[in-house]
């Protein structure tokens, strides 16, 4: 592992750079701005972070302003969760109930059904 892979070092355009130094210096935290070479407007922040504490709350600070981080060794990004399985379980669902009214009609109808089968019976027709 290389040195700077060691230290999290902050990507900041020269309007972020005062709020990055203001943290800082808040938080007590050691750091070394050198310029990026590619632009002219960007600058890297290395900083030295010496406790869980500090790295969670520098992580947090870069989350809140939209600052690219970068060292400390690869990070995996969760993966997206898909909504296949959300829209499936809401094709499983049931067919909501029949109103009072529906099942009222249907059980006079099987009364009525039945009530003439009854009088049939009686009068043996």
């Known amino acids: 592992m290389s040195k700077t892979d060691d230290k999290p070092v902050i990507l900041a355009k020269r309007k972020n750079?005062?709020?990055i130094f203001d943290y800082c210096l808040d938080q007590k935290i050691e750091f070394k701005v050198s310029p990026r070479a590619i632009s002219n407007d960007e600058w890297e922040l290395e900083l030295?972070?010496?406790s869980i504490k500090m790295a969670i709350?520098?992580?947090m600070?870069?989350?809140e302003n939209k600052l690219d981080m970068y060292?400390?060794?690869e990070f995996s990004k969760p993966k997206p969760i898909s909504n296949v399985k959300k829209v499936e379980e809401k094709e499983k669902t049931i067919a909501p109930a029949p109103s009072l009214s529906d099942l009222m009609s249907v059980a006079l109808?099987?009364?009525t059904a039945?009530?003439?089968?009854l009088d049939l019976n009686a009068n043996n027709n």
């Open 17 to 19: 750079i005062q709020t």
């Open 48 to 50: 030295s972070i010496d």
């Open 109 to 111: 109808a099987d009364d």
């Open 71 to 73: 060292g400390m060794g």
């Open 114 to 117: 039945n009530a003439l089968n």
């Open 57 to 59: 709350a520098l992580g």
């Open 61 to 63: 600070f870069v989350r």
